[in-house]
């Protein structure tokens, strides 16, 4: 198959490929490597100058508990979360798997076990999909800078590489996501091989998801650190750390809310995106507290609400902005996020279409509205929010149209 053969395939089969992907909207990543036994980001080796000779005796004093995917993979059920994507190899070059390419790898060194084999494992026994992220960069290869500007080394990486992701994509049955991440040194996809390497990985596994990382388009592009739409109506999915950083960092300890990530999640389902939320565990592969502490009561949030978030969903860039909440929209019905509950009454200005029913969706409680002209007001409602989880009470509005709210910024639409 030729370059322009397999763009066209890839492009073909996407629709159907995808269509898991689109519905399922909140993902776990989780950043874990010989970093994370530093505590002080997953770019400690680079950001400290740390040689490489004083750097790889991590990998033998690097001992994991039994087993931590089963936690993180219950968390991320519990969460309402759909799919996990695992660091396999980080910038630091460490592999997480059995290779036969190279002996720094977990089951060589201190875990002496497959830690990629545990996770897809921890995956498919919590019923969730399956994603492997790769870091193309690699400060621990002979190569892995050379190969910029000497083509012997850029042959040899290239055939480690390919090498490499041959053997995530042989050896743990099917994946669902190939996430790779930073591309320097190489300047072009061409320079990678990038279509190559691609082709091959949907040859092995024909159901995959690829990102955007690789230096071509792909299935879906990763906006990071903002929960900002893709351009041109492309795939996307946010990916977020939770704490300002990817790896474990107790030191960093502005932890986003359970609010704040529903806020994300809100506007991840709103654009028709993903939202890819990251935990770093500790060396052992203890997820944090915060983590857990916020992700509970958003799971429980999830279970009465996922109706506003899981599906198919419809963007929401024709509804207004409003001080008491915000929207997601699906067909004919809108979803109005309140997060700042204004008391027994709610009302919103501008909506075009007409109202038919009116609910709490965590209840299913119908609630009472008035709907003249271009003011919609709802009553009877509780006087303080009624979510327990968040302070987010989410009202299902259903409408006999598509609804579109239109609001000038003076007193009178024009
Ligand atoms: C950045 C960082 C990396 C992190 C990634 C996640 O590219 O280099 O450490 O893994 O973002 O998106």
Known sequence: ??????????????????????????????????????????????????PIAEYEPLADSWHPKERPAREWARLAKESGMKYMVMTSKHHEGFLLWDSKLSDYNAVKHGPGRDLVAEYVDACHEFGLRCGLYYSLMDWHHPDGANCAHDDGARRRFLDYTQGLVRELCTNYGKLDILWYDVSWPLRTPAMWESAKMNAMVRELQPDILINNRSQLDEDFGTPEEEVRAAEGGRNWEACMTFNGSWGYMPSAVDWHSTRAVLGMLRTATAGQGNLLLNVGPAPDGTVPAEAYERLEPLGKWLKLNGEAVYGAVSNANHMEWMPTGQWTIKGNTAYYWCNRWPGKQLTIGGLQSKLLHASLLATGESVCF????????????????????????????????????????????L
Request: proline letters at 5%; charged letters at 25%; hydrophobic letters at 40%.
């Open 1 to 50: 198959m030729n370059e322009s053969e397999y763009f066209e395939m890839a492009v073909k089969t996407r629709p159907t490929r995808i269509k898991w992907w689109q519905e399922a909207r909140f993902g776990m990543f989780v950043h874990w490597g010989l970093y994370s036994q530093l505590a002080r980001h997953e770019w400690v080796m680079n950001r400290e100058r740390i």
């Open 370 to 413: 008035d709907q003249q002209e271009d003011r919609l007001t709802l009553f009877g409602l509780p006087e303080t929010t009624p979510d327990p989880y968040a302070g987010v009470a989410v009202l299902k509005l259903e409408f006999e149209s598509a609804p579109r709210q239109k609001l000038g910024a003076g007193c009178i639409v």
